[in-house]
């Protein structure tokens, strides 16, 4: 027994925030399986740097060159045998968790983030072509996708929310999944294999807030808003899914809409590798991390219950930096729309890379 199977019996999964074509077919996924790791994620950049630094899609590229597919498409095609094959792997994950863990996410395309039905309509396309119960869809919590969201849920479509940096935008979200599942419920429709999870990205937050409070010349409050954040959320989550209203629908069937911890990579090196893991162990709770922090996790990481302790503290602590003027929920959008502009960038990037290769192969 790892310590991913020991967070597992404190009611945390751990998924893995990286993909990649050689990861799947070499093993690497099925062995982190092995050691308790029980679901995977995937962005723009992730698949950036995986499609671009390496010859793994080379054979792939080559036979698509020849096509007459968009180069759109063919990051999709790509993209989507991913997908499928980490689907299949984590297949028994999701049957002996009976539909809670074993999920792998795929984004709708960035350049949606702010079209609600352009969303819809793609998220519906992707879920219906991958075919498997235990995809999720991720499109993110901004303005145009919360009504997608609904609408996606109310589908029995399984959704990923990402981009989630405040406690407001985690709000909308859960109330975006609670409202799509009294739509399905009012329809006499099943709830129980409907799948969603939070994500709210942790470390980024650190890295503004740090980088501000350094301006102020208040360094001794550095490293703790970002862990604060999260256990505020986690107490709200508690709140809005314990009441009647969640309790009607947990009565049909539905499952809570987990937080899931997304960005949990240490990006300070002055703070623990396993901060963002140790701080925000609880029930009812997935940390996706990528692979330096799952093994520096394995190696030193604690095991504990701890996203309840110290939640006074942590709300003090959110208020002591509005008080020496700290603009959280300025930061928090900021970074929500660098998040989203970020991905379209890591997006056209990929984009680029794919036709240079194929123009690349065609003359090869």
């Known amino acids: 027994m790892t310590k991913l199977h020991e967070l597992a019996k404190l009611g945390q999964a751990v998924w893995i ?21 029980r679901g ?3 962005n723009p950049t992730i698949f950036d740097r995986a499609i671009s630094g390496s010859s793994d899609y080379d054979a792939d590229l080559q036979r698509l060159a020849r096509t007459s597919l968009t180069t759109e498409e063919i990051y999709e095609a790509l993209a989507l045998e991913d997908i499928a094959r980490a689907a299949e792997l984590l297949r028994p ?3 002996a968790t009976q539909g809670l863990d074993g999920y792998v996410s795929l984004e709708v395309s960035p350049k949606l983030a702010h079209d609600t039905a352009g969303t819809i309509a793609e998220a519906r396309r992707l879920f219906t072509t991958l075919a498997r119960p235990n995809v999720l869809i991720k499109v993110p919590a901004t303005p145009a996708g919360l009504p997608a969201i609904q609408a996606l849920i109310g589908e029995g479509i399984n959704v990923n929310v990402t981009l989630i940096f405040s406690l407001e935008q985690y709000e909308a979200v859960a109330e975006a999944y609670i409202s799509g599942l009294e739509k399905r419920a009012a329809a006499g429709q099943e709830l129980g294999r409907v799948a969603s999870v939070a994500s709210l990205f942790v470390s980024r937050l650190d890295t503004a807030v740090d980088r501000e409070l350094e301006q102020l010349g ?3 409050l550095q490293g703790k808003a970002a862990v604060a954040n999260a256990k505020m959320v986690y107490a709200r989550f508690k ?3 314990g009441g009647e209203r969640w309790q009607r629908l947990a009565r049909l069937g539905a499952r809570v809409q987990r937080p899931l911890w997304a960005s949990t990579g240490t990006k300070n090196p002055c703070y623990s590798d396993t901060l963002y893991v140790d701080s925000l162990i609880g029930p009812d709770t997935v940390n996706t991390m990528p692979p330096e922090t799952l093994q520096a996790f394995l190696d030193h990481g604690r095991v504990a219950l701890t996203v ?10 959110l208020a002591l930096l509005a008080d020496v003027g700290v603009d959280l929920p300025a930061i928090m959008q900021r970074l ?6 970020a991905f379209a960038k890591s997006f056209d990037s990929l984009l680029a890379s794919i036709a240079a290769k194929r123009e690349q192969l065609r003359r090869g």
Not at 20 to 29: A, Q, V
Not at 308 to 317: K, N, P, T
Request: a negative charge.
């Open 308 to 317: 309840e302790e110290g939640l006074e503290e942590a709300r003090a602590h």
């Open 336 to 341: 929500q729309d660098e998040g989203v502009a």
């Open 218 to 220: 208040r360094a001794d």
């Open 40 to 42: 995977v994620t995937s």
């Open 17 to 37: 925030d990286y993909i990649k074509r050689s990861f799947i077919t070499s093993g690497g996924l099925q062995n982190w399986i092995d050691q308790g790791a």
């Open 93 to 95: 994950v999701y049957e």
């Open 239 to 241: 709140e809005l899914f």
